[in-house]
């Protein structure tokens, strides 16, 4: 069973910058796809985000195109999420998510989808 370990969050300014880390707890253990949910206060986990075979397919939500980068070291199986321009909306936590499925092309993260979940780390943005 792979474990997801997330690292990065923090507390911000609005325009600033973090980057989150996740890696798998076994170095060669490769998931199809990659990627983060976040969720706020009383609202649904929204998936963000996703690196997906073959090769490296992403996906970005509307809410985060353009201003965040996902991307992953393939020697140590872990993701980044690099996220500049921040804005008061994006405080969540975070979570990073691996998946077996085989996605053709990924037009939306459904939670169903994703087998596999980090513990979360926390994102604050300030006004």
């Known amino acids: 069973q792979v474990q997801l370990v997330e690292s990065g969050g923090g507390s911000v300014q609005a325009g600033g910058s973090l980057r989150l880390s996740c890696t798998a707890s076994?170095?060669?253990?490769?998931?199809?796809?990659m990627g983060w949910f976040r969720q706020a206060p009383g609202k649904e986990r929204e998936g963000i985000a996703a690196l997906y075979d073959p090769g490296s397919n992403t996906y970005y939500a509307r809410s985060v195109e353009g201003r965040f980068t996902i991307s992953r070291d393939n020697a140590t199986n872990t993701i980044y999420l690099q996220m500049n321009s921040l804005k008061p909306e994006d405080s969540a936590i975070y979570y990073c998510?691996?998946?077996?499925?085989?996605?053709?092309?990924?037009?939306?993260?459904?939670?169903?989808?994703?087998?596999?979940w980090g513990q979360g780390t926390q994102v604050t943005v300030s006004s």
């Open positions: 998510v691996a998946s077996d499925v085989l996605f053709r092309r990924l037009v939306y993260m459904n939670p169903a989808d994703f087998g596999y």
């Open positions: 076994e170095a060669d253990d490769r998931r199809a796809c």
